[in-house]
């Protein structure tokens, strides 16, 4: 039985909706089996920037790229020890060759496939992260929620940083921990306002318990109904009057009996 719990959802934001703009949000979930046995679980999020006409496209290509790239290497036997910040940067590249393949044959501007990067590999009792651009992973630290990296802002205010920036390899993050997730969460910056504290640089608690503590009750039958559930809580009027963005939510909580007799907790 899956050790899991997942779910996502990336939503249309109402500007976009009156502008006829796309949803420029996307996101991708899947679990991996080693031919060992080792399960892992990979993350990605990536939003668009507003002012990329294709960026959609961009958001879509990267996450599908990494998930892709993913069940490549664990069908090979791949591990987390082999996550490091170079191999960070070479995912990154990677990512990126195939956005300027995208634009090349559209005859467009990589500019214009603009999107950020949020991806998260969580294993048994270890995870590493990457992150370029705003939004934010923000994990379970002991019943506090932290962000593991605070959301990039770039040289002028609403700016940010992009896959398809020259310097891109420059300002990506990567952080790795020895310890077990419990509760994670990665979100574009639709939804950062409401989920994040700027004053303290944490996260808000009573905006994620209760989603995670129906993730852990859900069962995996029921987890198309989740996702539904979750698409529908962005797109609510409540979310709606806060914010008119595209919004990305991605939820994973490991269950509560596979955590038993473990010792190894994260904590930030």
Same mark, same amino acid.
């Given at each position: 039985?899956?050790?899991?719990?997942?779910?996502? &959802?990336?939503?249309?934001?109402? =500007? $976009?909706?009156?502008?006829?703009?796309?949803?420029?949000?996307?996101?991708?979930?899947?679990?991996?089996?080693?031919?060992? /046995?080792?399960?892992?679980?990979?993350?990605?999020?990536?939003?668009?920037? /507003?002012?990329?006409?294709?960026?959609?496209?961009? =958001?879509?290509?990267?996450?599908?790229?990494?998930?892709?790239?993913?069940?490549?290497?664990? &069908?090979? /036997?791949?591990?987390?020890?082999?996550?490091?910040?170079?191999?960070?940067?070479?995912?990154?590249?990677?990512?990126?060759?195939?956005?300027?393949?995208?634009? #090349?044959?559209?005859?467009?501007?990589?500019?214009?496939?603009?999107?950020?990067?949020?991806?998260?590999?969580?294993? #048994?009792? %270890?995870?590493?992260?990457?992150?370029?651009?705003?939004?934010?992973?923000?994990?379970?630290? /002991?019943?506090?929620?932290?962000?593991?990296?605070?959301?990039?802002?770039?040289?002028?205010?609403?700016?940010? $940083?992009?896959?398809?920036?020259?310097?891109?390899?420059?300002?990506?993050?990567?952080? %790795?921990?020895?310890?077990?997730?419990?509760?994670?969460?990665?979100?574009?910056?639709?939804?950062?306002?409401?989920?994040? #504290?700027?004053?303290? #640089?944490?996260?808000?608690?009573?905006?994620?318990?209760?989603?995670?503590?129906?993730?852990?009750?859900?069962?995996? =039958? %029921?987890?198309?109904?989740?996702?539904?559930?979750?698409? &529908?809580?962005?797109?609510?009027?409540?979310?709606?009057?806060?914010?008119?963005?595209?919004?990305?939510?991605?939820?994973?909580?490991?269950?509560?009996?596979?955590?038993?007799? %473990?010792?190894?907790?994260?904590?930030?």
């Amino acid at each position: 039985m899956s050790q899991w719990r997942f779910a996502g &959802a990336s939503v249309q934001g109402t =500007s $976009h909706i009156e502008s006829s703009q796309p949803c420029q949000d996307a996101c991708r979930y899947e679990q991996f089996c080693t031919p060992s /046995g080792e399960e892992f679980l990979v993350l990605v999020a990536s939003d668009g920037a /507003g002012s990329a006409a294709f960026s959609h496209e961009g =958001s879509q290509t990267i996450c599908q790229v990494l998930i892709e790239k993913f069940t490549r290497l664990f &069908a090979q /036997g791949w591990t987390l020890d082999r996550m490091t910040p170079q191999y960070g940067r070479f995912l990154l590249r990677y990512v990126a060759v195939f956005i300027k393949r995208l634009a #090349k044959a559209q005859e467009r501007s990589e500019r214009e496939f603009a999107a950020t990067l949020l991806l998260a590999i969580v294993g #048994k009792e %270890s995870a590493a992260f990457l992150q370029l651009g705003d939004g934010a992973i923000v994990l379970n630290s /002991g019943g506090n929620y932290q962000p593991v990296f605070w959301p990039q802002s770039g040289e002028y205010a609403n700016m940010t $940083h992009f896959v398809t920036d020259k310097a891109a390899v420059n300002h990506l993050q990567f952080s %790795s921990i020895a310890e077990a997730v419990t509760e994670i969460a990665l979100f574009t910056d639709g939804i950062q306002g409401l989920a994040l #504290k700027y004053d303290s #640089k944490t996260a808000h608690a009573r905006f994620f318990y209760p989603l995670f503590e129906d993730l852990q009750a859900a069962s995996k =039958s %029921s987890l198309p109904q989740l996702n539904a559930g979750l698409e &529908a809580f962005l797109n609510s009027k409540r979310m709606n009057e806060r914010t008119d963005d595209d919004k990305t939510l991605v939820l994973a909580c490991r269950l509560i009996d596979s955590m038993q007799g %473990s010792e190894n907790i994260v904590s930030l």
